[in-house]
């Protein structure tokens, strides 16, 4: 509903509203009126109010049964689902309710397209996926940290290689190479300063016409007016770069996920393992107060033998000394 939403309201508005009888990129929507208009957006915010209460109702189901009464309601806060969905309920009750938020505050109500991810907690098998994400959290950090500084340094050296490249432009090479289509010269627009040459390198890791736009201008012009050794260290910069990154070092993600995700236990087996962790312990303190209670009953049996003992003692040695008193004539 979301993404049908964002894609018929803006495009009939853009073509009613603002710009009657163009087109828009996509799907013929010439058939539209703007009765149809204001019928959609009717439905997709009468559709809003409906799933919003939806997840109220089920959220207070949820709560009801882990309230004060279950003595497992202090754990219902520790799950992360359950605080995200606590998180995006509220967001809903706050549509419900109308309420006109401040400036900059108003951009949380785009977090209510972060509802699909509620169904992560409650697939199992999604729910592994996201546990193995974030048990593989290190090992794509560290990966992550050595992508970074790999590009740093190619970045850094291109800003110096190729930061002035045509510039200024001479008249013997192709103006499309020379000049960009921002009318910018190249070696400044691609390579000029750190952060515009990082960018461009993040661009040849991902890619996306990376050789056209950012490579082969450099290529052609070290290949035509250097010396071969201009032209094969061109060639050799950005291929050692894509070797290095593209090639080794991001196939370092792909080998952290499957690591985290063949260490997860299937569906199921973590929270079956805290259940029996809980009946585990539930027994031993069982057994260790009955322990205590066999060693008490043994403690009482033996103070009660010894006072029996002690006055029995007591009594013989009463009946002796009237014996010898009743001899004696006392």
């Known amino acids: 509903m979301q993404c049908c939403q964002r894609e018929l309201v803006p495009a009939m508005s853009y073509m009613f509203n603002e710009h009657p009888g163009k087109h828009v990129a996509g799907p013929n929507y010439q058939y539209f009126d703007k009765a149809d208009v204001e019928r959609a957006s009717s439905i997709f915010a009468m559709s809003v109010y409906l799933f919003n209460w939806v997840f109220l109702v089920e959220l207070l189901f949820n709560l009801y049964g882990k309230w004060p009464l279950n003595r497992c309601s202090c754990q219902w806060f520790a799950d992360g689902w359950n605080v995200f969905d606590f998180i995006v309920v509220s967001l809903g009750v706050i549509d419900l309710m109308e309420i006109d938020l401040p400036g900059p505050l108003k951009m949380i109500r785009m977090l209510r397209a972060f509802r699909i991810f509620r169904l992560f907690g409650r697939v199992p098998a999604l729910k592994k996926i996201i546990n193995s994400l974030f048990h593989a959290a290190g090992g794509m950090c560290n990966g992550m940290m050595l992508v970074l500084v790999v590009t740093c340094i190619y970045s850094s050296l291109a800003v110096d290689l190729y930061g002035d490249l045509y510039c200024p432009s001479p008249d013997d090479f192709p103006e499309d190479l020379r000049i960009t289509r921002r009318e910018k010269c190249f070696g400044n627009e691609y390579y000029g300063n750190f952060l515009l040459a990082i960018y461009t ?109 002690a006055l029995a003692r007591l009594k013989l040695l009463s009946d002796a000394v009237e014996i010898v008193a009743v001899k004696l004539g006392v």
Not at 233 to 256: D, E, H, K, Q, R
Not at 258 to 274: K, W
Not at 287 to 297: F, N, P, T
Request: proline content about 4%; charged content about 25%.
């Open 201 to 309: 390198m993040f661009q040849i890791l991902t890619g996306e016409s990376w050789s056209e736009a950012a490579v082969r201008p450099i290529v052609h012009y070290h290949c035509t007016a250097g010396g071969p050794f201009a032209c094969i260290g061109s060639y050799f910069f950005f291929i050692s770069f894509i070797c290095i990154t593209a090639v080794v070092l991001l196939n370092v993600f792909a080998v952290c996920l499957l690591d985290a995700y063949a260490e997860a236990p299937p569906a199921g087996v973590a929270e079956a393992a805290i259940a029996a962790d809980a009946a585990d312990d539930d027994e031993v303190q069982s057994e260790r107060s009955g322990d205590e209670d066999k060693e008490l009953k043994l403690m009482e049996q033996e103070i009660n033998k010894f006072k029996d003992d």
